[in-house]
């Protein structure tokens, strides 16, 4: 019987098998079930490795991919700006004073928190006012407290990954009275 060169063995298995002087039968037999043995041992062997360098690379190009879709992301985020837009031209002390807050942009974002910035001495506060928020749009009603009091300072803060991002929003505006 002859059996043909297989990949990684580099010569023939030459041998007759039905030739009872050179082996008695179950010794014709052992060796037939030794070759199956080691040739299906052989290509099983070579398999698992080519399997095991193709995961090696789909993990390598997942990582890539993975890392280029969160570029992507980082770099939409600092691009943008915060836009607020008041319901009227004017403040008015102690009465709430409406303002719509965007993200101009056609893509949905990450999630994101919204702060209010106030300042203590030199100390800076937020104040959560939208948590894990994910709409481009958002409202905040301001209350100035006096005929001073014509601004304020809002804070979106995208946590991507590793990377804290912070986009400021400030409005100044005129008080009647």
Do not use: H, W
């Amino acid at each position: 019987m002859y059996i043909p060169t297989i990949k990684g063995l580099n010569a023939y298995i030459c041998f007759d098998i039905t030739s009872s002087t050179q082996f008695d039968q179950p010794m014709k037999n052992i060796t037939l079930i030794a070759i199956i043995l080691i040739l299906g041992t052989s290509c099983e062997n070579q398999k698992i490795t080519e399997l095991n360098n193709r995961i090696s690379e789909l993990d390598n190009l997942n990582t890539k991919l993975t890392d280029s879709l969160n570029r992507i992301e980082y770099l939409k985020v600092i691009s943008s700006e915060l836009i607020g837009i008041p319901d009227k031209n004017k403040l008015i002390p102690n009465q709430p004073n409406k303002f719509i807050f965007l993200l101009p942009t056609a893509q949905k974002f990450p999630e994101y928190n919204v702060y209010r910035i106030t300042k203590n001495g030199n100390e800076e506060v937020r104040e959560l006012l939208y948590e894990n928020y994910k709409d481009s749009r958002f409202e905040f009603n301001f209350i100035p407290k006096n005929k001073d009091d014509n601004s304020f300072e809002l804070l979106a803060e995208f946590d991507l990954d590793s990377i804290k991002v912070q986009i400021p929003g400030r409005i100044d505006m005129t008080l009647t009275e």
